[in-house]
């Protein structure tokens, strides 16, 4: 019988143990990689470069070692050409013992809860940082970040990072960057840019419908059943840091009466949902009588965030299609295939 939300345990805060590459990402290699597109042939050269690179030892006892050629690398691109796969694979080959796996927001909000002294203590002493999504959503964000990422860098770490943004366009529409140009410039200058293009591999997302009733006679008996006006109040309550924790609660989510999004709090609380089912590789079904390209109204559809809202619908659309495959009595693959650049 389904379980409801009130079931689930509390979701914790994530700590130390959870800066690993979730479960889509366990054990992504650079061999899985297959570009379908120049700019991602490239890429994967320079990010694994990037991985393997050691430094070597001085020759003298007092010499100091040479600088990495790449402190920083920023992987910009759109959604569906395998950034995320990339930053993974570096991840899982890099051969330093200290390096922590997390996202944007969970860095953010690290620094939040610890407090930047705090913050410094427990994630300060690493050797590389793989961050994704990294986004400049507000001016607190930007002072937080170019304030911890100057102290690894003084230190000599390195940093990967995945973006749908170019970082000299941060901020851009979300708040007034003009008056933050200085702090934005100031971590932009710090990687090296390389720009990803190709098609999203998960062709034909927008157009794809979601789930009808009759479908969810499939889905697992343990799964989490809820309806979309619950959903988005207990999103609401929760703060989306707390979602991966949350998600990992159950098998599976089953929503139902899902309904076009009136507003851009609620949609991009439902964009950080999706992201964190889509990393723990929780299937999610979704039933409603709509596209996915109806899914975000819009009049905020296409603003300052239409990158989060196009990812997001094509994340969906492949996670409607693992429910499928759950539905044909096809279990997915413990490593999704990348037929054409890879996810994220």
Request: net charge neutral.
């Amino acid at each position: 019988m389904p379980r409801r939300l009130s079931d689930l345990p509390p979701p914790a805060v994530p700590g130390r143990e959870d800066w690993v590459p979730p479960p889509r990402f366990g054990r992504v290699s650079f061999d899985a990689y297959l570009p379908a597109h120049p700019t991602q042939s490239a890429a994967l050269a320079t990010v694994e470069d990037f991985a393997r690179w050691q430094p070597a030892r001085p020759r003298f006892p007092w010499s100091r070692a040479a600088p990495p050629p790449m402190a920083g690398l920023y992987l910009d691109g759109g959604f569906g050409v395998g950034k995320t796969h990339l930053m993974a694979a570096a991840w899982h080959t890099s051969h330093e013992p200290r390096k922590v796996y997390l996202s944007f927001a969970e860095l953010v909000a690290a620094i939040g809860v610890l407090g930047m002294q705090g913050a410094q203590a427990a994630l300060g002493h690493e050797r590389l940082y793989c961050i994704d999504e990294f986004e400049l959503d507000d001016p607190g964000n930007t002072l937080i970040v170019k304030t911890f990422l100057a102290a690894v860098f003084e230190r000599g770490a390195r940093v990967l990072t995945t973006s749908n943004t170019a970082p000299e366009a941060q901020g851009r529409g979300r708040f007034d960057a003009v008056a933050f140009r200085r702090e934005i410039q100031s971590i932009a200058e710090r990687f090296t840019v390389v720009a990803i293009d190709g098609p999203d591999h998960r062709t034909g997302s927008a157009q794809r419908r979601l789930l009808q009733a009759s479908d969810l006679q499939h889905a697992p008996d343990a799964a989490v059943e809820v309806g979309w006006d619950e959903l988005h109040r207990a999103l609401e309550r929760i703060h989306p840091v707390r979602y991966g924790a949350w998600v990992r609660g159950a098998p599976a989510w089953i929503v139902r009466g899902v309904r076009p999004i009136p507003d851009q709090q609620r949609a991009l609380r439902f964009v950080h949902l999706v992201d964190k089912l889509y990393d723990q590789r929780v299937p999610l079904w979704l039933e409603g009588d709509l596209a996915l390209d109806e899914l975000f109204d819009p009049h905020y559809a296409r603003g300052a965030y239409a990158k989060k809202h196009d990812r997001c619908r094509s994340r969906v659309a492949e996670l409607l299609g693992e429910a499928e495959a759950a539905m044909a009595g096809a279990r997915p693959p413990a490593v999704p295939p990348v037929p054409t650049g890879g996810g994220a």
